[in-house]
């Protein structure tokens, strides 16, 4: 089989992070890694239905907090180890948005308005998680702490089996987004962002397509909050499922390019360690919003289309005729 | 048959009715404003008529979605549609993932060296063939063509006449809104003029320069 140079890059940059846990073992370096690979997890899992399907969601965090929440409550409650409930959760999140997906596709509601439809639901839902005896209220759900052990997905004593999970789980998810990119389904997706009416116009069931792509960004998020749950054993709305963590959850892509593969993966490697940095330093909240507010301006005003999106522009496309 | 669909107060396509036999080659003419484009939205689809029946094959396909009718009926739009952010090769494998027919296809409309170029980069005129090039990845029984020669230079054009004849030969059925009369009676045999939303004429092209009611609609009583 023929490798192209990306395919190198790629298997030369994991090779390194999979050897970073020889060559340090401090706590610090191994928690900022493992949020970077976090936040471009989550952001290669908004990009299926933001960056190839188009549809632009601010509501991510509803999700996120369903495979938390799913997790931690079977685990709590039942017993369920968590690498099932982590299956639950992502099926009920792919549920939960083929259920609000559907009546906003099926309706038309697009852009902005889809955008504010998703923020709208999260938000509904991050309140009834507020006030539901079931989701612990304000107080969230606290996990009893276990000895460390790969079936309980609980290690106290080391980062390093967190870090590799995590690591695997953006290999994966990379992996996925590759498939879907290649395939047919993804050529579709990309039609439908290009311009929906011609995407009909051959053949596409965009209805089906664009449910197809929330179901598996939904269910591929909330793989990542019951990581987020076992990772911090205690979560409560706030920190699981606000406006903030959807900001985000799609602010890597903006960065490093919607739409691409590499770019959520350049994104938050160059934002997380920067807001966390911030945060240790000067331990103020503010700052780190701050810096999300700069970035967004950064993005918006100077590469639009994010780093990898504007490499390919001016240096990977054909140039033929471009004036 | 009895289309009738309206804006506001405006009968943008008003009770028009006729039938396509399979082989035609029709042009649907007419001043700006006149229905021409509401018309091939309609019969593709992607607007619901206020009343009214569309039959294809004898079958009533009012209530059948754009890509659902896209099995049968392939269109191309008055502003060109390409997927811009994918290759022109993408754009016609986005159809149906058969790379030698998509060869075949870019070569019959002179768009094979630009195979990898992203769709953005292309001319207007470009644009124009490659959607052309998509319609037939379809290989549908009817093409509706909205301004499919505006942007083309005279020779593309040429070309897109040939082509245009020799799939109408091998029985693809067309219907074009061409604003420019002579191309349009040039390439058809028959014409619908359409004015103020009504058909004011159904005939053989070659009666068309002469039909006084088209004459007035073009250039005022």
Not at chain 1, 42 to 51: E, K, M, Q, T, V
Not at chain 2, 81 to 97: C, D, I, R, S, Y
Not at chain 2, 187 to 196: A, G
């Amino acid at each position: 089989m023929r490798l192209d140079i990306k395919a190198y890059v790629y298997i030369l940059f994991f090779t390194t992070l999979f050897i970073v846990p020889v060559l340090t073992n401090s706590h610090l370096i191994l928690n900022i890694l493992i949020m970077v690979f976090f936040y471009a997890y989550l952001s290669l899992a908004w990009n299926i239905l933001a960056g190839f399907a188009g549809q632009y969601s601010l509501g991510h965090a509803a999700y996120l907090g369903i495979g938390a929440y799913t997790t931690a409550l079977l685990y709590v409650r039942t017993g369920m180890i968590p690498w099932l409930g982590l299956l639950v959760g992502a099926a009920l999140a792919a549920l939960f948005a083929l259920g609000i997906s559907y009546p906003t596709f099926r309706f038309g509601i697009k852009g902005y308005y889809y955008i504010l439809t998703t923020l709208a639901v999260a938000e509904i839902l991050r309140r009834i998680f507020l006030y539901w005896d079931l989701t612990g209220r304000a107080d969230g759900v606290r996990y009893p702490l276990k000895p460390d052990s790969f079936l309980l997905f609980q290690f106290h004593m080391d980062r390093t089996p967190y870090y590799y999970i995590m690591l695997v789980f953006l290999i994966l998810i990379l992996f996925i987004s590759y498939i879907i990119r290649n395939s047919q389904f993804g050529l579709h997706l990309l039609a439908i962002r290009d311009d929906e009416d011609a995407a009909q116009s051959i053949r596409i069931n965009t209805l089906k397509c664009k449910l197809i792509a929330a179901a598996i960004s939904a269910a591929l998020t909330a793989v990542a909050g019951a990581f987020y749950a076992q990772y911090t054993l205690f979560i409560e709305p706030d920190t699981t499922m606000s406006l903030f963590i959807s900001i985000d959850i799609l602010l890597p892509s903006l960065m490093g390019g919607t739409g691409t593969i590499a770019g959520p993966l350049i994104g938050s490697f160059l934002l997380t360690p920067l807001a966390w940095i911030f945060r240790i330093a000067y331990g103020a909240e503010v700052l780190h919003m701050i810096i999300r507010g700069v970035a967004l301006m950064i993005i918006v005003a100077l590469i639009p289309k994010g780093i990898a999106g504007t490499v390919i522009d001016y240096y990977i496309r054909p140039r033929h005729i471009k004036r | 048959m009895n289309l009738v669909k309206s804006y506001g107060g405006v009968r943008a396509v008003d009770d028009v009715s006729f039938v396509v036999d399979k082989g035609e080659l029709i042009s649907l003419i007419g001043p700006n404003g006149s229905g021409k484009t509401t018309l091939i939205d309609l019969i593709s689809g992607f607007i619901k008529p206020d009343s009214g029946k569309i039959f294809f094959m004898k079958s009533l396909i009012n209530n059948l979605e754009p890509f659902k009718r896209a099995t049968y009926i392939g269109r191309t739009f008055q502003v060109t549609k390409v997927f811009q952010g994918m290759t022109v090769l993408e754009n016609l494998l986005a159809v149906v993932k058969n790379k030698q027919r998509a060869t075949e296809l870019l070569e019959l409309v002179g768009l094979t060296e630009l195979s990898a170029e992203y769709a953005s980069n292309l001319s207007g005129g470009q644009q124009k063939l490659l959607e052309f090039a998509r319609v037939l990845m379809l290989n549908p029984q009817l093409i509706l063509m909205d301004e499919p020669f505006a942007g083309v230079t005279p020779s593309m054009i040429d070309r897109l006449l040939e082509v245009i004849n020799t799939l109408n030969r091998q029985g693809v059925t067309f219907m074009i809104v061409e604003h420019n009369m002579n191309l349009a009676l040039r390439l058809c045999r028959r014409c619908i003029v359409l004015n103020c939303g009504k058909i004011i004429a159904d005939e053989p092209a070659s009666l068309i320069p002469s039909n006084y009611r088209v004459i007035e609609a073009y250039l005022g009583e």
